[in-house]
């Protein structure tokens, strides 16, 4: 590639950076330490001493913490089982295990509160009075969703990082006498590290701030929710600027220490899975002791999918104190499908969707371009601010669009004109700040997809394709871009359906029914009374059926590199 081509395009990504995801976290954290324009620490001390906002940080960096070491505790062991055995269906069980990736744990909530509320499955099924299993604070009800949720990151990720070992090195130490957990704890463990710690950031920033299943849980005491319920303050209040700016320290503080730790890759290997690794087939009770944990995994996993298929099912009002329901129809699928919200926010979602995915298509292959195919000094800076936003809650940069529309809003220039004002208020019309959230969001699925297709082929087809007279334009065109279509498709696929079924940015920013996506229409739908949780299930259903082709068609493009697109 060359350098003037390069140094472009460094350029003008980091203007885009600038503008879409930088400017949203200056305004944020300008209205956390500046008053009147002079810093000030007074409101971040307030936060602090406030016994509500308090209160909610402790809780949200134990939902996160809590929801990190139960999915860990979930995935690590399933991940090791598959690395190692071969038993039967294990390629149903693998599959299985990644299935709670298709539904938003905000949606799986309807079908669990079913399931575990007083007047749930599990009471009328053991015949018990109205015992809350959730509790009264939802507490543990929202860690153990999110981390039913969550954990298939960490298992793409542990399964990466172990297929990656050297099993000479396994030998090695069986040959020294070492065996058992000693020898998974002494060296299978500090080889996967960095892809459990990979994991295990991703999880903690997505719980930390998770916005939809503490709102669906009727979880409020935590502080995302205390910012959503803030936002009507945003103009006159800096509590909640000084709140998201303590919670963007916390997330960005846990990238920067993953990275420093890991990013390297300290336990490296003196070989690449030279020694590739056999598989043992089970037999006779050790097949059932390895298939266990996937039967007992994929049950629980899979119970909140199940409550909202059959609260979908069900006719209003007749599932009640009942194992299941007692009348079943169709008919909500039709008028969830048919409901005048509904309608207009799948388009919504697809034009938002189709406009950030075409956006990141282009950026993110002219990123990868400039990190794989050029010497330019600083492509590694590229490469780490296009994977930042991982390491950014979308509650954070809902929050900070939120804070730059309002500034926006305020210029004169704009507030005089209707088309200005149209564009940049998002209380007029969000759909710019909607599409450059889902595309600053999305954007590391596609760019490290298309790092990884131009990390595979070889340099030397486009260099051949240039000494027989072809132009870049024409290389790429004709030499490249074939090679790396099915990495584009996958990443360009995740980046759509994540897009699709976005909750943090699409719950704070459409504020006029018009311009709801889905995930805002399902949260509506399920405060309406009487139909509302049978209607936003429906619609729940119809997004998890959406997203499962998609992650399936992703999966099989990408294989167990998937989990490379999850890591910090």
């Known amino acids: 590639m060359r350098r003037s081509s390069a140094w472009t395009i460094f350029g003008i990504s980091l203007v885009i950076f600038g503008v879409g995801f930088l400017l949203p976290l200056f305004r944020v954290v300008g209205g956390g330490f500046f008053a009147d324009g002079h810093f000030t620490l007074q409101f971040i001390q307030a936060v602090f001493k406030d016994a509500i906002y308090r209160e909610g940080l402790f809780n949200s960096v134990m939902l996160g913490l809590g929801t990190t070491f139960l999915a860990t505790c979930i995935s690590l062991p399933l991940a090791w089982l598959a690395n190692r055995y071969r038993f039967p269906l294990k390629s149903v069980f693998t599959a299985l295990v990644l299935v709670p990736m298709i539904l938003p744990p905000f949606v799986g909530a309807i079908g669990f509160q079913q399931i575990f509320g007083q007047y749930g499955v599990i009471n009328a099924a053991l015949n018990l009075g109205p015992i809350d299993w959730l509790g009264n604070g939802r507490y543990f009800g929202v860690i153990l969703l999110q981390a039913l949720a969550l954990y298939p990151i960490m298992y793409l990720n542990v399964a990466a990082a172990l297929a990656n070992i050297d099993h000479a090195m396994d030998e090695a130490a069986s040959n020294l006498g070492c065996s ?20 295990g950031t991703i999880i903690f920033i997505w719980s930390f701030t998770e ?46 220490l993953s990275k420093f730790l890991f990013g390297r890759q300290n336990y490296a290997m003196t070989s690449k899975a030279t020694t590739t690794f056999k598989e043992e087939t089970t037999k ?23 409550g909202v298929i059959l609260t979908s099912l069900s006719v209003p009002g007749s599932w009640y104190q009942s194992v299941f329901p007692q009348d079943i129809t ?21 034009t938002f969707s189709v406009l950030a995915v075409a ?5 993110g292959i002219a990123i990868a371009f400039v990190v794989v195919r050029s010497d330019i000094r600083f492509r590694g800076l590229l490469d780490a601010l296009a994977m930042l936003p991982l390491a950014v809650p979308g509650l954070v940069m809902a929050f900070g669009y939120l804070a730059v529309s309002s500034w926006l809003s305020n210029l004169d220039g704009v507030k005089n004109s209707p088309f200005l004002l149209g564009l940049c208020d998002v209380k007029t019309n969000p759909t710019l700040f909607l599409v450059v959230a889902y595309s600053m969001r999305r954007l590391p699925y596609m760019v490290r997809s298309a790092v990884a297709g131009l990390q595979q082929t070889s340099v030397t087809l486009e260099e051949a394709a240039a000494n027989l007279g072809a132009p870049p334009l024409v290389t790429i065109k004709r030499v490249t871009m074939p090679l790396i279509t099915a990495n584009l498709i996958a990443g360009a696929l995740l980046a759509f359906a994540f897009s699709m079924l ?42 998890m059926l959406f997203l499962a082709v998609t992650i399936i068609g992703a999966s099989l493009l990408l294989g167990k590199k998937m989990g490379a697109l999850f890591r910090v």
């Not at 058992?180 to 994991?199: D, S």
């Not at 005048?340 to 697809?350: C, G, Q």
């Not at 309406?528 to 949780?533: A, D, H, W």
């Open 359 to 363: 956006f990141n298509i282009i950026f």
């Open 330 to 350: 169709g008919a909500n699928y039709i008028e969830a499908l048919g409901h005048d919200m509904t309608v207009s926010s799948i388009k919504n979602s697809l």
């Open 180 to 199: 058992g957990f000693t020898k998974f704890r002494r060296i299978t463990l500090p080889l996967i590290m960095p892809g459990v710690f990979a994991g």
């Open 502 to 543: 976005e909750v943090s940015d699409s719950l704070m920013l459409a504020q006029r029914a018009e311009f709801y996506p889905i995930t805002k229409t399902i949260y509506e739908l399920f405060q309406l009374i009487g139909t509302g949780k049978y209607l936003a299930s429906a619609l729940g259903v119809w997004a």
């Open 211 to 256: 916005l939809g299943t503490p709102l669906i849980m009727n979880y409020s005491r935590c502080a995302s929710v205390q910012v959503y319920d803030a936002l009507k303050e945003i103009q006159s209040d800096p509590f909640p600027y000084a709140l998201v700016t303590v919670m963007l320290v916390v997330s960005v503080g846990l990238y920067c």
């Open 284 to 306: 006779g009770w050790k097949t059932v002791a390895v298939m266990a944990p996937f039967i007992v995994v994929i049950f629980f996993a899979l119970l909140p999918h199940f």
